[in-house]
């Protein structure tokens, strides 16, 4: 049973123009979002995050909305450029004292055309 | 610039083989994380450890072991590798402190063959 689901496998985009990401969830215990991009044969890496105290949070062309009532957030991306083109995966977590487990989704691809 | 280790890029190994992949972090993390990624699957947690010589099991923790001797270290074990551990294999580390970015920092990862 998948906790943190990206339904859109992959995403088209003009270089300039907005890309929109989304991420649904089921568990209601999770209280912190990220989102990490992740370059063909490279880690994973950190993009943004959110707490769930809040409902945006913008770091430069990145901004990611967070529903609560709706148990879904979304990464927007304004303006999209060639080098954005990458898996983007959505996780979430909750606090344990057994360490923060990141719950992830399947990624979605994005390319952007030049 | 803080470290996430992994041993090899690519390993190939034959079905009945015991693999190790290894990993190993500079930045005096607690917690330590292992992971394959799979095509439409995402990134599904194995083993994390939270502490040196703790190890608790993820969502997938069957046909793996893990190891964690010194809290810089963290080994995967598959004791027999069969071909559906075929995978690219990520290793990640993170600080246990409430309040702070629960971020990770990913190594490269092990892209693993088994034929």
């Known amino acids: 049973d998948q906790q943190v689901k990206q339904n859109s496998p992959s995403l088209s985009v003009q270089e300039g123009r907005i890309s929109i990401l989304n991420c649904d969830y089921t568990?209601?215990?999770?209280?912190?979002f990220l989102w990490y991009k992740k370059y063909p044969a490279e880690g994973p890496t950190f993009l943004i995050s959110i707490s769930s105290i809040k409902d945006k949070n913008e770091d430069g062309r990145f901004t990611v909305f967070l529903n609560k009532s709706a148990k879904h957030l979304s990464l927007h991306i304004v303006p999209s450029q060639p080098g954005d083109s990458a898996v983007y995966f959505c996780?979430?977590?909750?606090?344990?004292?057994?360490?923060?487990?990141?719950?992830f989704g399947g990624g979605t691809r994005v390319l952007v055309k030049p | 610039d803080v470290k996430v280790t992994q041993s090899s890029r690519y390993l190939v190994k034959r079905t009945g083989e015991k693999v190790f992949l290894e990993c190993v972090q500079d930045?005096?993390?607690?917690?330590m994380f292992w992971y394959r990624q799979d095509p439409g699957l995402g990134l599904r947690l194995i083993y994390f450890?939270?502490?040196?010589?703790?190890?608790e099991k993820g969502d997938i923790p069957e046909g793996y072991s893990v190891s964690r001797e010194k809290k810089e270290r963290f080994s995967l074990i598959l004791e027999s590798a069969s071909t559906n551990q075929t995978s690219m294999y990520l290793c990640?580390?993170?600080?246990?402190?409430?309040?702070?970015?629960?971020?990770?920092?990913f190594g490269s990862g092990t892209r693993l063959t088994v034929v």
């Open positions: 990640a580390s993170s600080f246990d402190r409430r309040g702070q970015n629960y971020g990770y920092t």
């Open positions: 450890s939270y502490d040196v010589k703790m190890k």
């Open positions: 568990n209601s215990m999770f209280d912190y």
């Open positions: 930045m005096d993390h607690e917690n």
């Open positions: 996780a979430a977590t909750f606090y344990s004292f057994a360490g923060n487990k990141l719950t």
